[in-house]
């Protein structure tokens, strides 16, 4: 029995986790990460100074079954030493990805693109500007470490707070 969500599979915060616990398998840096029509797109360099980028296509299945393993497992995964900007953030990837993804669903966000910077990610997305989504706008965020560790910051009080709640 799976303890997921019934409707993390249309989440941008599991969907993205997965690819984050990919790119924390082994080093990963200057990231750009796009939405395609059955997944998102990503181009990663293990080194931060060597220019041999290598490009994955995650399918949504693909990240459903990477999120069963996942929580069937409960183990660790081993912690890859981070570079670049991703240096400053010993979770690495995972959690600042499930963390913007929380925000991302909030602002039902669609078509998002991520691009890695040297001192921060540029972040655009579109958005509905009514409830019937009948009119869209695009928003474009440049976070740098502060914006990065405020949102990590804001999915760890979430977390304990639900936690608080169920004690």
């Not at 299945?61 to 240096?87: D, N, V």
């Not at 409830?131 to 760890?156: M, Q, S």
Request: overall charge negative.
């Amino acid at each position: 029995m799976s303890t997921l969500p019934a409707n993390r599979y249309e989440t941008y915060q599991w969907l993205l986790r997965a690819v984050g616990s990919y790119l924390d398998e082994e080093p990963s840096c200057r990231i750009s990460l796009a939405e395609v029509s059955d997944g998102f797109i990503v181009r990663i360099q293990r080194a931060l100074h060597k220019m041999e980028p290598q490009v994955e296509h995650f399918k949504r299945e693909t990240l459903e079954e990477q999120l069963e393993r996942l929580f069937a497992s409960r183990k660790p995964t081993k912690q890859a030493h981070h570079q670049g900007i991703w240096a400053n953030f010993p979770n690495g990837h995972a959690d600042f990805f499930r963390a913007l993804g929380y925000e991302l669903d909030q602002a039902k966000a669609s078509n998002i693109v991520l691009d890695e910077l040297e001192d921060g990610l540029v972040l655009t997305y579109t958005f509905p500007t009514d409830e019937e989504a009948t009119t869209w706008n695009k928003r474009l965020v440049r976070l740098g470490l502060d914006e990065i560790e405020a949102i990590l910051n804001a999915a760890f009080e979430r977390r304990q707070k639900a936690t608080a709640e169920k004690a």
